[in-house]
C-alpha cells in the first residue's frame, strides 16, 4: 500500500470515529414529564395507587386524590361492575388513556406489586379486614370511616398497622381543617386553662341489628359479586335494597352504632385530640337521657355527647370548655371564642364544609416521609374505642365502666361479650 493510501485510509477512520462519537454525545430529547419539569412529577416521585370499593364517598375521596400531581392512578377493585367502570372512567379521563385495570377482587388489586397505597372506601363491613389485607401485601392505606365494626377490630387494626410499618390514614378529614386544628390546639395547649368539658354531636344515638331483608334472585357474579360484597360480615340472602345501601350496611357490624359511630365519630375524633387522649379513651359512660350522652375521662375531663344546644355554626360542630375560657366550631369554618384575646391576632383561614384534599395531602406527604399521619391507625384506634363503648351502653341502657388499660368493661360480662364478633370464612384480621 502506497503511502497516500495509507493517509486517505487513516481520514476516513478518522472521520468515521468522529461521525459516531458525535452520534454518542448528541444531547438526548427526554419529555419534560420524566424529568419533572414545567410542573409535572418524575415518575420516579409518583405514588402509585389503587381503589378498592368506590362507590358514592369514594367517588369524591378518589377525586381528591386525582388532583394531586404526585398520584398516578392504575387499578380498581370493587364487588359491583357499575362501580368498577365508573371509576376507571375517572382515572381514565384523567390519564388520557384507557389503562386504569378493574378487578372484581381486592384481592387481585392488591397482589400487583407496582401500587404503593390504596384508597379503601367500601362498606364499614370490610373497612378493617380489606386495610389488614392490604397492609399485609405492602400496601399503605387511606380508609374510609368507620374503621372498624367494634372495639376488638380497633385493636388489631392497629397493631397490624405497627408490625407492618403502614402508613395508615383514617378518613377523619376534620384534623386537617384550619379551624377545627386551631379549636383542638387552644384546648391541648392550656390557651382555654384547665379543660373540664368537651362536647361532640353524635348525629343520633340509635343502635339496632345489622339489616336482613327478604330473599331475592341473585344477578350474575360479574354484575354485582354478592359473597364478596359481604365480605366479612354475616350470611344473609340476597337483597338488591342491602346492596345499593352500601354505605349504610354494616355500619356498626353486628350492632350498628347509629350516629355515634358514623357522623359522631367525627367529632369524637376531635375530641379526644383536644383532651390530649389520642391513646386512651373515657373510663365511665352514662347512658343517653333526653338526647345526651356524657363520658367521663381518666383525667377528669368529661365529655358530652349531645344534638342539642349548639351555635349555628354548620354540622359537626364541637365545643371545647376550659376554666378559662371556651371555644366552639363547626363545618362552616367559622368559630366563636369566649374572648378574642384567645385568637391574638391570629388569622385562622376558614375553610366551609369539608374538603378532604387537606387529608389526602398528609397521607400522600407521610407515604413518602414514612411519618405518621394526623389520624394514623393508633389515633383512629381510641376515637372508635370511644365510640363503640358508648355504642355499647347505648344498647345495653346502663352506666358502663371501661379500663383503657386491658380494654375491657369492669365487671359487665354482657358488654365485654359486645366487644368483638365472629368473622365469616375465610376472612380474618
Not at 389503562?99 to 377482587?105: E, G, M
Not at 377490630?153 to 384550619?178: D, H, Y
Request: glycine share 10%; aromatic share 8%.
Amino acid at each position: 500500500m502506497s503511502e497516500s493510501e495509507r493517509r486517505h485510509g487513516r481520514r476516513r477512520f478518522l472521520k468515521t470515529t468522529l461521525k459516531a462519537s458525535t452520534l454518542l454525545i448528541a444531547p438526548q430529547v427526554i419529555a419534560a414529564t420524566a424529568l419533572g419539569r414545567d410542573g409535572a412529577v418524575a415518575p420516579s416521585e409518583r405514588i402509585v395507587m389503587g381503589g378498592i370499593g368506590i362507590g358514592n364517598r369514594g367517588t369524591y375521596d378518589l377525586d381528591c386524590f386525582l388532583q394531586q400531581p404526585d398520584v398516578q392512578y392504575v387499578a380498581i377493585a370493587d364487588a359491583k361492575a357499575a362501580r368498577r367502570e365508573a371509576a376507571k372512567k375517572m382515572v381514565d379521563d384523567k390519564n388520557g388513556n384507557q389503562d386504569c385495570a378493574t378487578y372484581r377482587d381486592l384481592r387481585d388489586l392488591l397482589a400487583r406489586d407496582d401500587i404503593d397505597a390504596v384508597l379503601i372506601a367500601t362498606g364499614p363491613n370490610w373497612h378493617a379486614a380489606a386495610s389488614a389485607l392490604a397492609a399485609r401485601a405492602g400496601k399503605d392505606v387511606y380508609c374510609e370511616k368507620p374503621c372498624t365494626k367494634n372495639i376488638t377490630e380497633s385493636l388489631e387494626l392497629a397493631a397490624i398497622m405497627r408490625r407492618t410499618g403502614r402508613v395508615f390514614q383514617a378518613g377523619t378529614q376534620r384534623r386537617n381543617l384550619p379551624h377545627f386544628a386551631f379549636a383542638c390546639e387552644l384546648a391541648r395547649t392550656g390557651k382555654l386553662g384547665k379543660l373540664h368539658t368537651i362536647y361532640a354531636h353524635p348525629a343520633g344515638m340509635a343502635t339496632a341489628s345489622s339489616g336482613w331483608k327478604p330473599a331475592e334472585p341473585e344477578p350474575p357474579r360479574e354484575e354485582a359479586d354478592w359473597d364478596l360484597y359481604l365480605g366479612p360480615a354475616a350470611w344473609r340472602p340476597f337483597n338488591r335494597e342491602i346492596l345499593n345501601d352500601g354505605f349504610n350496611f354494616e355500619k356498626g357490624g353486628g350492632l350498628v352504632g347509629g350516629g355515634v359511630l358514623e357522623w359522631g365519630s367525627h367529632c369524637v375524633d376531635l375530641c379526644q385530640w383536644a383532651n390530649n387522649s389520642d391513646d386512651t379513651a373515657p373510663v365511665e359512660y352514662d347512658p343517653p337521657e333526653n338526647g345526651t350522652m356524657v363520658a367521663r375521662y381518666a383525667n377528669g375531663v368529661t365529655l358530652v355527647l349531645r344534638n342539642e344546644g349548639w351555635l349555628p355554626l354548620g354540622s359537626c360542630p364541637v365545643r371545647f370548655e376550659g376554666d378559662q375560657g371556651w371555644i366552639e366550631t363547626g363545618d362552616s369554618g367559622k368559630f366563636v371564642l369566649s374572648s378574642p384575646a384567645l385568637q391574638a391576632g391570629r388569622k385562622v383561614e376558614e375553610i366551609g364544609g369539608y374538603p378532604a384534599t387537606f387529608h389526602v395531602r398528609d397521607f400522600l406527604n407521610c407515604v413518602k416521609s414514612r411519618g405518621k399521619p394526623l389520624a394514623n391507625a393508633d389515633v383512629a384506634c381510641y376515637s372508635h374505642i370511644t365510640c363503640h363503648a358508648a355504642g355499647i351502653t347505648a344498647f345495653l341502657n346502663r352506666p358502663l365502666r371501661y379500663d383503657p388499660q386491658k380494654n375491657e368493661f369492669i365487671g359487665d360480662e354482657q358488654a365485654n361479650r359486645l366487644r368483638g364478633e365472629a368473622l365469616r370464612d375465610p376472612w380474618r384480621i
